[in-house]
């Protein structure tokens, strides 16, 4: 028999409002009911995979030798700082992980820009001042053309006469931002470490009047010349920038050099029409299945087949409002993973069914049929599910490991389905079916139990 049926009801009831409440909404916001300000909010749209909604996978490897090591600690370097450098380039929702021991795989659904990301991520970022003495690189104009892959060159003069060298690289900046002059002009403001701080105050002290050379992966940025002596530790990189050159300058800058040189081998662009056709026929495909499955629980179990399919309705309720405030990424191995969570849920509520029908046989009443079939069914309920969440772990590791994606998406909503699946399955279904039970008291156990 059930304790505090009540406190039960009470808690399935909140936890289904509360999952409808994010089900049905885009962002969460509670205001303080007495100033009517903002005390919390959380997005909670939707996020729908690469398959689902269109946009650009790119496939990255190490600019290296087919025969050279690679450290994997740097490999992970390199992930991290292109996430880094596509997040602020306002990319939502991008994933970007190492696929073996050379290749990076990044994911960007819903992205329309793709040139600025593939520009972006690419890059090494290496920035240089280069001391050129008497010689400027850009023919006597300080400011460079525009910031592009494609600058000038460092050429030495034809008598060779001049050995340049760099007296300091961008490991040596403490912080990068975008600045705009009063006539418009962009430039890019920076702060120097201590050492770097040291390094460029001694060098400009001693070369006034000689000409500083900027440059970003070997291609010239601006070439200054130095007027007076810079102690402060502060400067600005000037250039004929727009709002977008400057800003995927300081993006390069201000999260450092890729430890390891990446080539882009594979792009492939998925388009939105074929990713919405994709979601509707899953939609599709999940509601035919869902109904063949609810008139079987329904015919075959009867009373408790009703029961069950509200269960694996407040399932799906409570299952898609955690994918929607964890930002889960739906895609189509994703819905897979859901679906078949599904099926352990109806999998333990049969289970428990088919004991409880045991019981019925063997003599006992109904209540007492409810509660031995619960109590008897559970170690089998237990062992399987537990099973399924260590598969949906090492499934998620391999998926981790060699960068597959899809491997990835299908266990997490596995796991969480059947986590969740306990709950519905254990704890809703054994509450809804008391609540039925003591409404209608059944007469006719094979009639409304199918025993």
Same mark, same amino acid.
């Given at each position: ?297 329904? !015919? ?16 799906? !309720? ?75 772990? !090492? ?30 399955? !254990? ?25």
């Amino acid at each position: 028999m059930i304790r505090n049926l009540t406190n039960r009801i009470i808690l399935i009831v909140v936890v289904v409002a509360l999952a409808l409440w994010i089900d049905f909404s885009r962002e969460i916001t509670i205001l303080n009911p007495v100033t009517d300000d903002t005390l919390f909010t959380q997005d909670v749209a939707p996020r729908l995979g690469l398959d689902l909604q269109g946009g650009l996978q790119v496939l990255l490897e190490a600019d290296l030798p087919a025969d050279a090591q690679i450290d994997p600690a740097l490999m992970d370097i390199a992930r991290e700082i292109v996430q880094q450098r596509t997040d602020a380039l306002g990319v939502n929702e991008n994933v970007i992980q190492v696929a073996g021991d050379r290749r990076i795989v990044g994911e960007f659904p819903g992205l329309e820009d793709t040139e600025a990301v593939l520009a972006t991520i690419q890059q090494t970022g290496l920035l240089e001042f280069v001391d050129t003495g008497d010689f400027n690189p850009e023919e006597g104009s300080i400011l460079a053309t525009d910031y592009s892959p494609t600058g000038d060159p460092v050429e030495p003069p034809a008598d060779g006469s001049t050995v340049y060298h760099t007296i300091m690289t961008g490991a040596e900046l403490e912080s990068v931002v975008v600045s705009q002059a009063a006539l418009g002009a962009y430039g890019i403001d920076f702060v120097l470490k201590t050492d770097g701080s040291r390094i460029f105050a001694e060098h400009t002290s001693a070369n006034t009047g000689k000409i500083l050379t900027i440059l970003l992966d070997k291609q010239v940025i601006s070439a200054p010349v130095i007027n007076d002596a810079i102690t402060g530790g502060t400067g600005t990189i000037s250039g004929n920038f727009t709002y977008e050159s400057s800003n995927a300058f300081a993006i390069q800058l201000r999260y450092g050099s890729l430890p390891v040189p990446l080539k882009i081998v594979e792009t492939r662009i998925i388009g939105p029409t074929l990713g919405a056709d994709s979601l509707n026929k899953s939609l599709v495909a999940g509601l035919i299945g869902m109904t063949i499955v609810a008139l079987f629980m329904i !015919i075959y179990y009867r009373m408790p087949g009703i029961v069950a399919v509200l269960s694996i309705l407040i399932y799906a !309720i409570v299952a898609f409002a955690v994918f929607k405030w964890f930002h889960f990424t739906l895609t189509l191995a994703g819905i897979a993973g859901f679906l078949l969570s599904t099926g352990a849920a109806l999998d333990a509520n049969i289970l428990i069914f088919e004991r409880m029908k045991e019981e019925l046989r063997n003599g006992r009443n109904i209540m007492q049929a409810v509660d031995q079939g619960w109590a008897r069914a559970w170690p089998s309920i237990r062992d399987s599910n537990l099973s399924a969440i260590l598969t949906s772990l !090492i499934l998620f590791w391999f998926g981790s490991t060699f960068g597959a994606t899809i491997v990835k998406g299908f266990s997490l909503t596995l796991a969480v389905g059947v986590g969740i699946s306990l709950f519905t399955a !254990i704890y809703v279904t054994h509450t809804l079916l008391v609540i039925f039970l003591r409404s209608f008291k059944p007469k006719n156990l094979e009639r409304w139990f199918g025993i």
